[in-house]
């Protein structure tokens, strides 16, 4: 992976050079700003890895180029001609934000692709409780694995009984954790690693156990987004249950 980046950010630095260079052969029918927009489409090519720092090195090579190349003095990181300048800053500006615009793009793909694997698990549960000869504790199992997956925790465990004591750690039903009588920043800070952490797993006023998640070995920072996949996946478990009581 390491020596992947190193050639995606050498080939950012260096693409441009070679761009600019063999447009410079072509001075007499390029003009600067048309020879700015090629190099803005390296840029782009170099954004659209979503590495940022690979994206910034190409904007940063493209504006040296631009004024190496393709502006007078020909050779000489000066340029003379204000209008000149004007490119080669805009140049780099705009390099700058394709590359965020890229980035944010790569983000919100991520998200989308999270919240399909929460709704494929969802539907997965779903399938399961719908099948008569199923049996509760493959739910249940079932369910503490997508918790797992959905949290990137260590471990979920399912207990039967009473939820989480008041001095536990406890991921309540609108997706926050609570630990030592105050409510935890878990995208700031994480889940906790020195305690465990209760989900209760009820339907309406019957209480049937709890899921416990580990998060020991790493800090896990799940969104609120994905505490309620979580809280959801747990309320399955206890609808299940009810019935089959």
Known sequence: MGRHRSVLIAG????????AGGLAAFRGSVIPATAALVLVLIIVAAAATGDRFAGIVAALSSGLSFDLFLTEPQGRLTITDPNDIEVAVLLVLVGAAV???ALWGHRQQARASRR???LEGVLGTSKIISVPQASPDDLIDHVARQIVEVLDIDDC???PGAGPGPQDASLDHDG???GRGHRISVERDGLPTDEKVGLIV???GAVHGQYVLTAATRVARPSVEQLRVAV???DQVGAALTHSV
């Open 232 to 234: 959801l996946l747990a």
């Open 176 to 178: 926050y954790v609570t």
């Open 157 to 159: 465990q399912f207990v």
């Open 99 to 101: 590359t965020e615009i």
């Open 202 to 204: 009820r339907q309406g």
């Open 116 to 118: 399909a694997g929460y």
């Open 12 to 19: 950012a630095a260096v693409a441009p050079l070679l761009c």
